[in-house]
């Protein structure tokens, strides 16, 4: 949902490739968007994220319909309040949070990101990964934590989307 936020009139094939699933899983899960109302299908612009349900749901609904799984201790990427750009933002004395993945070097609590290709996406789209980085936030943060998120997700949410 949110790679399609920000890169609206992308095509199945490119968005499955940049979030490492494949045609027909993206395929599907556009398929749900569309169902849920988070979504709906614009006539030559493929599918459109509807805003007002998508912050909605980020905020309030994600930490209860993708609870995290998490390993005591990973070297990856780090997520939550520990990535790059919400550090200075989260709780000085929140527990670092990384994904998983032999290209990083942060060590921290292990949290299986929701879309495979996360760690790669932190290093090619800043904006995508500030946002995974946020849901993170959202499913693993305590109510202090989860508010502070919430906040900064719609902030990040109220910047237009690359057209």
């Known amino acids: 949902m949110l790679a399609i936020y920000l890169n609206p009139g992308s095509s199945f094939g490119a968005l499955a490739e940049g979030l490492g699933v494949s045609k027909s899983s993206a395929h599907a899960a556009l398929a ?19 805003p007002g349900p998508m912050r909605d749901f980020l905020q309030f609904g994600v930490p209860y319909a ?6 005591p201790r990973a070297r990856g990427i780090p997520t939550g309040f520990s990535a790059p750009p919400l550090q200075s933002k989260g709780p000085a004395d929140a527990l670092a949070l990384v994904w998983p993945s032999r290209l990083g070097t942060s060590v921290g609590i292990g949290v299986h990101p929701l879309v495979p290709a996360a760690p790669e ?13 946020l849901v993170d936030a959202l499913r ?24």
């Open 121 to 133: 996406i932190s290093f090619r789209d800043p904006r995508l990964y500030r946002l995974l980085a």
């Open 66 to 71: 993708f609870p995290a799984d998490t390993v």
């Open 32 to 50: 749900r968007l569309v169902r849920s109302g988070l979504a709906s299908r614009v006539e030559r612009r493929g599918i459109r994220v509807a």
């Open 140 to 163: 693993l943060g305590d109510a202090r934590e989860r508010e502070i998120a919430r906040g900064l997700m719609v902030e990040s949410l109220a910047e237009p989307p690359i057209a």
